[in-house]
């Protein structure tokens, strides 16, 4: 965008001829309104609901390919209306598969509700968010998704969710003293915050799998199923931390995986604690 406004622009159309499926000129039955003039004014038209108006947008989220317009014909015509600007325009790349362009004409192409309907939405949405930077273009395939599913997903984040609840059901019948203090849980959530205003997804997200990780080390460091024959004040106090740490990250998951960042909330803060259900099945 910057490349084309230092070469300088040009006076824009706003009419082109022979368009049959454009909106007329009035005065000029051969013409009809440039469609990027036409369309793009809906956003303004389009925000008023109810009494209320929406505009300006906080964020517009386009493709690469119409960024152009968005970026730099689109406030021109704002700037002459004298109406305000969107607040941010965020750009995100295009994906290929399997290495290769999606393309109908060459059969390259895969419908997403295919893999929805075998991995669950959750772990699509997780699977597309962590494997491609959003402002940048990427590839994506089923062997990459299965590997998101079983290694980040099914392994990571669902087997600490499995172990802590199971161990906490077994050896304290489901409830952890509320006058148990955990040990320190240093979870800097502002660092996620801050990545998900800046559009970097695929950064909060690892950012919060090392939260899942620093779960999964403690209840193998402490040896947390040993620890109810040795040491059950100990094996209270980490479990509530683990617990902690199920919380926080779910609570931040909220708007990646919400089904089941939810699923995880209602687990870990329930009065009695059961076995958590396998919160993403094996898939043959």
Known sequence: ??????DGC???????????WGIPVPWDNEQTIYVWV????????????EGQDFWPADVHVIGPDIAKFHCIIWPALLLAADLPLPKSVAIHGFLTL??????????NIIDPNDWVAKFGADAVRYFLLREVPFDAHGDVSEEKLRARYEGDLANGLGN?????????EKNLDGVVPAAVEPTAVALNE????KLIEEYKFHEALAKIWEWVAE??????????WELPKTDMDKFTSVSKEV?????ITAKNLLPFIPETAQKILDIVTAEKITKAEPLFPRID
């Open 10 to 20: 040009t006076d824009l159309a706003a009419t082109r001829p022979n368009v049959k």
């Open 38 to 49: 036409d369309a793009l004014i809906n956003y303004v038209t389009g925000a008023k609901a």
């Open 98 to 107: 399997n290495h290769e362009k999606i393309s109908k004409s060459t059969g």
């Open 190 to 193: 502002q660092d996620v915050n």
């Open 215 to 224: 779960g999964n080390k403690i209840v193998d460091e402490n040896k947390l």
């Open 160 to 168: 600490l969710v499995s172990r802590v609840t199971t161990l906490i």
């Open 243 to 247: 617990l902690l740490i199920l919380e």
């Open 1 to 6: 965008m910057l490349a084309m406004l230092e």
